[in-house]
């Protein structure tokens, strides 16, 4: 039931009550009465527009504010903003069937560059964390400075359309339920608030509107894991990812320890054979092409000593995941007169996320064209059937050459999709079309087991194995440990995908012995990167620890 009293709009669904005063959600209690916003709700700016740049404007309290509630039927309601700076409308509902309370924001504008409409809630009790899947999952005090003040774009950073916020008895939980890969962004506030962004598409060249997403919001009992179980069905059914789990390959889950970045060494093999059962190692292998890491994509012919190499590992039983990529290519090489138009730009002023290593990266064709020997690359947008067609033929042909075949290939930066100037390619996102780019070199070579960097709700759909970064990518020490202890995207993902780890495993320092902790802590298997036979022969203690983890 929903009423409407002038500017006070009143909710009570199955599961919760809820009260909005001028726009703000200003209560929240579950049916037992427990409250868990405070007096400070009042003051969220409930609506704001968000323009290229990072120009807000709080519709609440522009210039000749005003507000007005109505209401549609007893389950609906309207309350439109209408001011000088632009004009926005709360539509609030009720979902019947499992009590989610359903607000769907919309913010217009006659001045072009409209990038979201952000809702926000405020004034959440201090007691309570934030569960998130930010780098896998964090569990954490909202005002933490290494979340707080921050946007977090999805799926790139905010991997799936999820949060959390509780105490030790129960909480809400805010997320969407999309599967047309909207563009969105969660916004972790200050003085407890947290918010959300509905984006246009790029380009935002002639933007004047946004919106079209629905953030539910519920009460639950327990820990973060009932909302958490609760999101992981909606995906299962929404995606009928019952299918995607049928196609995973039998030996996935007997997998006990990831070796990332395994150098081609036969040695180093025979001694990790004599501590753990091949069978259960996976080795993600950089260098096993005629080129440099990360040059001439995408060439992926392999050299003759990875022939012998895999020809060895797949003998003693390993599973062999050579690396290669999913959007990066080398535009100097001819595949690049194909697909050169179709590479990302960036959504605020259009330049080219992608990679030059030594100088900046380079935005004219010539100097794309003649820089190979610095690693420049480009991100080709994977909604591209012809760049779909042209990746998954290169590494057909490559893998061809082996004599001895792997059943796995590693696909870098799967991680990198998001807004972009560009969005739209064949109709296809670049989130979509990266899941459709997965899928479709799954498919190659009588059947692959696909890894990935990084993990999230979209990915994880078609990625076998992922390479998952912890926090910030490059956060040690006592910072890096405060954001562990948190399994939630193992907790939403594990049944599809088996996490390992990035960087920094070989147990030198305190720094790597907490990073291999916390990737444990995240639900990853537990991983090791090293040079040689004598790093297995004679571990560091963290290496030690790990071996015995993957044999016991």
Aim: glycine fraction near 8%; charge should be negative; charged fraction near 25%.
């Amino acid at each position: 039931m929903i009423q409407v009293n002038g500017t006070t709009i009143t909710v009570s669904t199955k599961t919760l009550d809820a009260t909005f005063a001028s726009g703000a959600l200003v209560s929240l209690r579950c049916k037992d009465g427990r409250e868990y916003l405070t007096e400070a709700a009042k003051d969220s700016p409930v609506l704001e527009i968000v323009y290229r740049g990072g120009d807000r404007r709080a519709i609440k309290t522009c210039p000749q504010g005003k507000i007005t509630c109505t209401a549609l039927s007893d389950t609906c309601a309207e309350i439109r903003f209408d001011a000088l700076d632009g004009v926005g409308v709360l539509t609030i509902s009720e979902d019947e069937e499992n009590g989610d309370l359903c607000i769907e924001p919309e913010v217009s504008s006659a001045r072009y560059g409209v990038l979201a409409a952000r809702w926000t809630v405020s004034g959440f009790r201090h007691e309570m964390k934030l569960t998130a899947p930010f780098f896998q999952g964090i569990d954490m005090d909202p005002e933490d400075s290494l979340i707080k003040n921050r946007r977090w774009i999805w799926p790139h950073r905010w991997e799936a359309g999820l949060c959390i916020l509780h105490d030790e008895e129960g909480g809400f939980s805010v997320h969407c339920r999309d599967t047309a890969y909207r563009a969105k962004s969660l916004v972790t506030g200050e003085h407890q608030s947290i918010s959300f962004d509905s984006e246009a598409w790029g380009p935002l060249d002639r933007s004047l509107s946004a919106g079209g997403l629905v953030w539910r919001v519920n009460v639950f009992e327990g820990g973060w894991q009932v909302p958490a179980a609760a999101y992981r069905d909606w995906l299962w059914r929404a995606y009928s990812l019952e299918k995607d789990e049928r196609r995973r390959p039998s030996w996935q889950h007997d997998i006990r320890l990831a070796l990332s970045w395994a150098p081609t060494d036969i040695e180093l093999l025979k001694a990790l054979a004599a501590r753990v059962d091949p069978k259960t190692v996976l080795l993600h292998v950089p260098h096993w092409r005629i080129h440099g890491y990360d040059q001439c994509y995408p060439d992926f012919t392999p050299s003759e000593a990875f022939k012998e190499y895999l020809r060895f590992a797949r003998g003693l039983g390993f599973h062999v995941m050579p690396h290669a990529n999913s959007v990066d290519m080398d535009p100097s090489m001819p595949e690049y007169k194909y697909v050169g138009d179709f590479k990302y730009r960036e959504i605020e002023n259009g330049t080219f996320p992608g990679w030059s290593w030594g100088i900046p990266m380079p935005h004219t064709n010539k100097s794309l064209d003649e820089n190979r020997q610095y690693n420049v690359m480009v991100k080709i947008h994977p909604g591209l059937a012809l760049w779909r067609a042209i990746l998954a033929e290169n590494i057909d042909r490559a893998l061809a050459q082996l004599d001895y075949g792997t059943d796995a290939v590693f696909t870098d930066v799967t991680l990198c999709s998001y807004n972009l100037d560009n969005c739209l390619i064949d109709n296809t996102t670049s989130t979509e079309g990266m899941a459709r780019l997965i899928d479709h070199v799954s498919r190659i070579h009588g059947g692959l087991a696909v890894g990935g960097e990084g993990l999230n709700e979209i990915t994880m759909q078609k990625l076998s194995f992922a390479q998952v970064h912890l926090f910030d990518f490059s956060l040690n020490g006592e910072p890096l440990a405060r954001t562990g202890k948190c399994d939630l995207n193992k907790f939403l993902f594990g049944k599809l995908c088996v996490p390992f780890g990035y960087s920094g495993l070989g147990g030198h320092d305190e720094n790597e012995e907490i990073r291999s902790r916390v990737h444990l802590e995240h639900g990853a298997l537990p991983t090791i990167i090293v040079g040689s036979a004598v790093d297995i022969e004679n571990p560091t203690p963290e290496v030690a620890r790990m071996l015995k983890l993957a044999a016991e």
